[in-house]
């Protein structure tokens, strides 16, 4: 019943933009805090960013600046708006829904900025 659908996933080059979507079905999306996570071939997989309930960011060090996220109530959904894409940002980018013990991830997205 949990699903958490991303697209806007692509091929995009060197300086490029991209925005991705998170569609969010089955919870009370309100109380979650969601975020952004990405995972390169043969790296951990890492945070990018969450925003809270109350619409409080947090970003890696390595994206503040170039990327935005952002969170639509209304239509259960969370946003990252990346600019500025570097090769760096390739990875397949993974939607998260956090609150209290509850966890759920996204099947994921591939994104890939070409040098």
């Known amino acids: 019943q949990v699903q958490l659908v991303e697209s806007g996933g692509g091929l995009v080059q060197f300086g490029g933009s991209l925005r991705l979507s998170c569609a969010a079905s089955?919870?009370?999306?309100?109380?979650?805090?969601m975020g952004w996570y990405r995972q390169a071939p043969g790296k951990q997989r890492e945070l990018v960013a969450t925003?809270?309930?109350?619409?409080?960011?947090d970003y890696a060090a390595s994206v503040k600046g170039r990327f935005t996220i952002s969170r639509d109530n209304a239509k259960n959904s969370v946003y990252l708006q990346m600019n500025s894409l570097k090769p760096e940002d390739t990875a397949v980018y993974y939607c998260s829904a956090d609150w209290l013990s509850r966890h759920y991830w996204g099947q994921g997205t591939q994104v890939t900025v070409s040098s």
């Open positions: 089955g919870i009370t999306f309100n109380l979650y805090t």
């Open positions: 925003i809270t309930s109350a619409g409080s960011t």
